[in-house]
Nanobody, 115 residues
């Protein structure tokens, strides 16, 4: 059974930093592309960043230069380091992977950027 468990959200002031973590189980973690999505109130869920098994990363334009996705295959965990946070980054953040044609999601973690 595939499980994704997130941690690390919270309240931060504009310009601050947070690091999200997502621990995976039930898959050969090192073989899969992992993704972070976010969903702001009243909006659709959008992809933020991806990392392939080989470590190639991709970001939505709005977070380039501020967010960094990384993975630790020894710990079956991947991360989203978020720096220079802006109020528009406020959302519920979800980790995700596709396994055997099924999308799996974490439970979501709230990130609020506010003074």
């Amino acid at each position: 059974q595939v499980q994704l468990v997130e941690s690390g959200g919270g309240l931060v002031q504009p310009g601050g930093s947070l690091r999200l973590s997502c621990a995976a189980s039930g898959i050969i973690f090192s073989a899969y592309t992992m993704r972070w999505y976010r969903q702001a109130p009243g909006k659709q869920r959008d992809m933020v960043a991806t990392i392939t098994p080989g470590g190639t990363t991709n970001y939505v334009d709005s977070v380039k230069g501020r967010f960094t996705i990384s993975r630790d295959n020894a710990k079956n965990t991947f991360y989203l380091q978020m720096n220079s946070l802006k109020p528009e980054d406020t959302a519920v953040y979800y980790c995700n992977t596709l396994f055997a044609t099924t999308q799996y999601w974490g439970q979501g973690t709230q990130v609020t950027v506010s003074a």
